[in-house]
């Protein structure tokens, strides 16, 4: 006997976030961070459209990504969703160490990585080459310069010198600095300055010193300096020459920047063009050491590329200038770093300083990251730093309460110095928190305020592996959610009145920010662990182990590591960037960054470690989730890729020009070498 069953179906309930109106959730989401907009996406399939409606994107970018190579590549493109996504992944790849591409780019002697651009030398004499691989641009074609032909049609009288020294400085906007050097029977030394794609020589311009020589271009104007010239007081200083690519012409007299103290470009001294403005910074004040107690600050100016005139430079001021105090405790010099950074959503220049410090008051050193931005008044004008009022140092609100002064970095602070924001100071790895490397063990430090992640490159011998094991180390922190009572307060501080001035820095950032998530890639165990092998023999190719030299951005890492019996290095290539399509480039789809943090107990104030999915570490990846919007189809692990295999959305280059031996050009088009090394990756030691 047959018995009908009614289905009955239950509806499906809908949240309460998912029924607002379009314009209520874009007026939500101008609140959040791109991070959050895109995992917001991921929720639920109602939320797709953030991440997918041209219009809404469009305005995203334009608020919180307005100053990205995405950004920029949206506004050619209109393709402002896919921007968008581009940015999230990027971001995410880089602070949990997740990287989307590897593999080896070329053989080199010598290289530069600048601004995605790689320039190698190959030294195989009488042949000399020159090659210009666009990283960022996913090329598969590079520009070949022939050096001695270069240097024949530029420096006539050269041709006569057998030994010559060769070497990049600098290259942006499709302009390449070189400095060429020989001896005949004196040493001379020459600025080239060419486009290769045009086949130019822009100018050659003899050098009187190459002390310290730097270079710096936009597409309008070109810098050099050196740190030669000699003051009365016996010290040198840096002399800036600028150069009009228009007309070819120089600028009729130079700028010597007397007031600028340090000689190490990265460390205690930084140049930088940005938006037309040539900028100078310092982290030094005096040229003597002072034994006494005394406070540090930014020395800091800039002046229009049109203009360099020192007397109409402006300077940042001593109230915006605050560096540190020296009672702080001493440094270590030797794991510092300076740079310029501009934001990717307001365009705001910030003065980075990496700085391994005794604090005052801790047991061991720690590595911590300041923020600083910059600043001027236009009506001031380079003056006497000494006429500077004295800095009153601001009030801060913790809990409804105001405080004045904090202490920083453990010290009473006097009161002319300054209070440190929490969201400008970032402490890094000491060694009661996560392993120690030391600074011969660490390759490459850098860190990235557009993903609050500072980034290593170590060599993990201490894992119990044999030889070299080099590894990407990130540290990541994420804000704490603020009281919604007092939305624009940070968290309360349970402190009592007695000791309201003497509040710790570390114990506000404490509370907002919750502890740094470190990431080690790639990890130590795997299910798949033929592929983990392959992976690490990428990073530390076997007969390449000699010294490592490292650059890094805000998307991608190069680094050369070894020699071969020719004197050849390795050059490898890690992106961060989801849309990077390199032909004949491995790509690494499904190992994540293997997660170590330490775990804070709020009972018993105890630290605790834990790692890949113990520790919060995720099993899947957002590289992983809607990876048709980037062209994948599928994702692809290593050796999958065919070679020679290009991204439909990778337009065709033109065809590499033939160059026969009658004709006398110096620079051509070619395949580039990472092409012609796919499967010989594993095979360089035979």
């Known amino acids: 006997m047959w018995t009908s069953k009614k289905l009955v179906v239950i509806p499906q309930r809908t949240s309460g976030l998912q029924r607002l109106p379009y314009e209520i959730i874009a007026y939500i989401v101008k609140y959040l961070d791109i991070d959050d907009v895109f995992h917001l996406s991921l929720c ?56 989307y591409v590897i593999g080896i780019v070329g053989l080199a002697d010598s290289y530069e990585y600048i601004h995605g651009v790689l320039c190698y030398i190959i030294e195989a004499r009488p042949q000399r080459w020159l090659r210009i691989l666009d990283l960022h641009g996913s090329a598969s074609h590079e520009m070949v310069v022939d050096i001695p032909a270069l240097i024949r049609e530029a420096v006539p009288r050269s041709a006569k010198s057998r030994k010559y020294k060769f070497r990049v400085l600098y290259h942006s906007n499709g302009i390449t600095s070189c400095l060429f050097s020989f001896a005949l029977p004196n040493t001379e030394n020459w600025l080239l300055i060419f486009q290769a794609e045009e086949k130019k020589i822009v100018a050659q311009i003899p050098l009187e010193s190459t002390a310290k020589i730097f270079v710096r271009n936009n597409k309008d104007f070109l810098y050099f300096g050196t740190h030669s010239e000699e ?49 100078v910074l310092s982290n030094q004040t005096n040229f003597e050491l002072r034994e006494t107690d005394w406070i540090s600050y930014y020395h800091c100016l800039r002046f229009p590329l049109d203009d360099p005139d020192r007397n109409r430079a402006q300077v940042m001021h001593k109230d915006d200038s605050w560096r540190r105090k020296h009672a702080e405790g001493p440094i270590d010099d030797r794991w510092g770093f300076l740079k310029l950074d501009k934001d990717e959503a307001s365009g705001v220049i910030n003065i980075i300083e990496s700085r391994k410090e005794w604090l005052t008051g801790k047991s061991g050193s720690r590595r911590t990251y300041y923020m600083t931005e910059v600043c001027f008044n236009e009506n001031l004008e380079l003056a006497d730093e000494d006429n500077h009022p004295a800095v009153i140092p601001p009030v801060i609100m913790v809990g409804g309460r105001s ?67 080099l590894r990407l180390r990130t540290g990541h922190r994420k804000p704490k959610p603020k009281p919604e009572s007092t939305p624009n307060a940070l968290p309360t501080l349970e402190v009592s009145p007695v000791s309201d001035e003497k509040i710790d820095l570390d114990d506000i950032i404490k509370q907002c920010y919750h502890p740094n998530e470190i990431y080690f890639w790639p990890p130590e165990r795997h299910q798949n662990q033929e592929l983990l092998n392959k992976v690490y023999e990428i990073l530390n190719p076997p007969g390449y182990l000699g010294s490592i030299t490292a650059f890094s951005d805000e998307r991608s890492i190069v680094y050369a590591t070894g020699e071969d019996v020719n004197g050849l290095k390795v050059l490898i290539y890690v992106s961060f960037d989801p849309a990077a399509r390199l032909a004949g480039m491995l790509r690494e789809g499904y190992i994540l960054g293997e997660k170590i943090s330490a775990q804070y107990d709020e009972m018993t104030g105890q630290k605790g470690y834990g790692s890949g999915a113990e520790a919060g570490g995720s099993t899947k990846h957002v590289k992983d989730i809607m990876a048709e919007d980037e062209g994948k189809g599928k994702v692809e692990t290593i050796g999958d890729q065919s070679r020679g295999a290009l991204p439909s959305y990778i337009a065709n280059p033109p065809a590499p020009e033939a160059v026969s031996e009658d004709c006398k050009s110096w620079s051509w088009l070619e395949k580039a070498m990472h092409q012609d090394l796919t499967g010989k990756l594993f095979t360089f030691a035979h």
Not at 243 to 269: A, C, N, Q, W
């Open 44 to 99: 639920s399939r109602h939320f797709q459209y953030l991440v997918r409606e041209e219009r809404f994107c469009k305005t995203l970018i334009n608020i919180k990504a307005s100053y990205t190579i995405e950004a920029d590549e949206a506004r050619r493109s209109g393709q402002f969703a896919r921007a968008l996504r581009r940015v999230a992944k990027r971001r995410q790849a880089l602070s949990q160490a997740s990287p």
């Open 231 to 279: 003051g009365a007081d016996g010290f040198k200083y840096w002399v800036l020459t600028g150069f009009r690519i228009e007309d070819r012409s120089l600028f009729p007299r130079k700028m010597r920047l007397t007031s600028v103290v340090g000689y190490d470009i990265g460390t205690t001294v930084c140049f930088e063009i940005i938006d037309n403005y040539f900028y």
């Open 403 to 469: 405080i004045r002064p904090i202490r920083v970095g453990n010290n009473a602070v006097d009161s002319d110095v300054p209070v440190r924001q929490p969201e400008n100071v970032h402490p890094g790895d000491d060694s009661s928190t996560t392993p120690m490397f030391t600074r011969t063990q660490t390759h490459l430090r850098s860190y990235q305020r557009c993903s609050n992640t500072y980034l290593d490159l170590v060599d993990d011998t201490s894992s119990g592996s044999t030889g070299r094991h």
